[in-house]
């Protein structure tokens, strides 16, 4: 880490210094971390990137010195120049990497002086996280945050070079843009050369990066920019960064094993140990049907399990009802331990939260008895059965959903994971990889029924394309410890199967000229097999240092509410701006949003 020194500022690294030092003189350069004024002699930890060595100030060595000391404050800027000196026996601190030594000062230069900082750098305490990004220059200097851009920065090289010795060429695709569907909102940008029109900033380089591939590249990467800009859920940011990469000649396969080798040496270079891959490959239909969600945590058990079959023919109208409107029961054999009632409430709550009418439990007793509010209306042999298909046993606690597939598996995932994490069933340091395959090509639209594609409609159908219910996709994600760190298809590179996966979504033929001309212009020149794959990076640096907000990993984020506290942005503009652009503002409403008036 010595490149370019010594210069005016620093010979050597604060944190580099080692009883081997002793002897030397050397000028060091950071801010004040901490200062211990005894009397007589004066302390002062000083911190520069590489870390903290201690400088000694002596009143009667070196005054003028001692003086200048004795005025500084925390995260003033210094530079200091003295004597390494080994510490006595009793004063090495072991646990600081310079704690056999210390600086004998005999030199030191004020170069900037500094506010009280809003908060201690010199401490891991909780602070605010408002206040943090609003003084994010003093919070990057705290070690929580400088090591976790360092630790980006060894994900995003280690992705580099290995990509590198692939033969993946890095390629910059445009931010001003057109739209690229992803299933979010545009970010808009006006044009002044064309008032009245707009770029888009781009959701994904999805579409650039086929062109690449049509362009003969063959294999493509880059750690590129998105934007999507959505009702900002917990922990999303409205700009971020993927792995982005794609190649030519390839099938599923090829993609998988590219990924598991850029994953298995980030994970080496951030000391994460994941299983060796290859990673193993569940279905979407067993993983819904197991773990309730498309992303499952699968270190640990407490799978759903269908418990319908049991109840085929039960009077009591909650089962028997969600079975005659095609729905299905599935449950979780929850263990045998201890529940309070208020548990049992938390529980419901989140069954209904995920839109079911309740959440039945049952706690196995005796001779195919259940305590629970509903024992009584099943026979004997239904109770069983349900007892049977959980493999539980006396004293386990069942808990149940009957209702429409998607409901039951909503409500028995979200239970299962709030289960583990209130058992604290994962160990820590416990991570485990694997690919999710076999997604359906579409879904229905909540809100007007129409099929929308469930990756993007550029991934290639499996299957009849004339009956879009049962397409399936030629799409993979990647779910690290139940999250979906990244996701990935082969594409479509003709252009009348791009045409009829078009048609299926509602977009007419003359209308998917007009936004995606280009691309079926590109299909029609020559274009290879080819599929890809994009990471989640700020996730997955997340997951690497260990923290719960990807906040953490990013240097200047955007707040929950998607506003940059560090800026203020976004902000008004001049209206002489917004003249040039062809742009005029509606009156906010009471709410601060535009209003009609
Ligand atoms: N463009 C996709 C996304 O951003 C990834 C891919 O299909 O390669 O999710």
Redo the contacts with the bound molecule.
């Keep these: 880490m010595s490149a370019g020194l010594p210069n005016r500022f620093r010979t050597d690294w604060a944190g580099d210094l080692r009883d081997g030092d002793a002897g030397r003189e050397v000028r060091v350069a950071g801010w004040v971390h901490r200062r211990r004024d005894h009397g007589g002699l004066v302390f002062i930890d000083l911190r520069d990137r590489s870390g903290l060595v201690q400088l000694v100030f002596h009143p009667e060595d070196a005054s003028e010195a001692h003086s200048t000391a004795h005025g500084l404050r925390s995260e003033d800027v210094i530079t200091a120049i003295g004597q390494v000196v080994a510490r006595d026996a009793g004063q090495v601190n072991p646990d600081l990497p310079t704690g056999a030594i210390e600086l004998s000062v005999k030199g030191i230069q004020l170069l900037a002086g500094a506010e009280t900082p809003p908060f201690p750098v010199d401490e891991d305490g909780p602070v605010d996280e408002l206040v943090r990004l609003r003084n994010r220059a003093v919070d990057l200097r705290r070690e929580s945050m400088s090591s976790a851009l360092k630790l980006r920065h060894r994900v995003t090289r280690t992705i580099r070079n290995t990509l590198d010795e692939l033969g993946f060429v890095d390629v910059e695709t445009p931010v001003l843009t057109k739209s690229?569907p992803?299933g979010a909102r545009d970010f808009l940008v006006p044009s002044r050369t064309s008032p009245g029109e707009f770029f888009a900033l781009p959701?994904?380089?999805?579409l650039f990066?086929q062109l690449l591939m049509v362009g003969g590249i063959e294999r493509y990467y880059q750690i590129a920019r998105?934007f999507r800009d959505e009702d900002l859920r917990a922990d999303r940011q409205p700009e971020f960064t993927?792995l982005?990469?794609?190649m030519s000649f390839v099938d599923e396969d090829d993609v998988i094993e590219v990924m598991e080798q850029v994953l298995t040496s980030v994970f080496e270079a951030a000391e994460l140990k994941v299983p060796a891959a290859p990673w193993p490959r569940m279905t979407h239909a067993e993983s819904i049907s197991r773990f309730g969600n498309d992303r499952p945590d699968t270190r640990f058990g407490l799978e759903l399990r269908d418990v319908g079959s049991a109840l085929a023919g039960t009077e009591f109208k909650v089962f028997a009802g969600a079975l005659a409107n095609g729905g299905v029961i599935w449950g979780i054999n929850a263990g045998s331990t201890e529940v309070p009632r208020s548990e049992l409430d938390a529980l419901t709550e989140i069954a209904k939260k995920h839109g079911a009418g309740g959440l039945v439990w049952a706690f196995v007793e005796e001779g195919s008895g259940w305590r629970s509010p509903v024992g009584k209306f099943l026979t004997d042999a239904e109770r069983q059965g349900v007892i049977d298909s959980l493999e539980a046993s006396t004293g386990d606690l069942m808990l149940i959903v009957a209702d429409s597939r998607d409901v039951a598996a909503a409500a028995l995932g979200a239970i299962r994971l709030d289960l583990g994490e209130r058992r604290g069933l994962v160990a820590q340091g416990h991570h485990e990889a694997l690919w999710i395959t076999d997604f359906p090509m579409f879904e229905r639209d909540s809100a007007d029924g129409r099929w929308t594609a469930l990756?993007?409609p550029?991934?290639a159908p499996s299957g009849d394309i004339s009956d879009p219910g049962s397409l399936h996709s030629r799409?993979y994600d990647i779910v690290l410890d139940g999250v979906e760190i990244?996701?990935?298809?082969i594409?479509i590179h003709d252009q009348e199967t791009q045409n009829a996966v078009f048609e299926a979504i509602g977009l007419a033929a003359d209308e998917a000229e007009e936004r995606f001309g280009f691309l079926l212009s590109a299909l029609r020149q020559g274009a290879p097999p080819h599929?890809?794959?994009?990471l989640g990076l700020d996730r997955l640096v997340a997951i690497c240092a260990g923290r719960s907000s990807i906040r953490d990993v990013i240097a200047f984020p955007k707040s929950a509410s998607s506003q940059d506290p560090l800026t203020g942005a976004p902000t008004a503009v001049d209206p002489a701006q917004l003249r040039e652009v062809g742009l005029a503002t509606l009156p906010k409403d009471g709410l601060g949003r535009p209003g009609n008036g």
């Design positions: 690229t992803e959701q994904s380089p999805q990066k998105c993927q982005d990469l794609e990756h993007h550029f991934t799409a990244g996701g990935g298809s594409r599929g890809g794959i994009a």
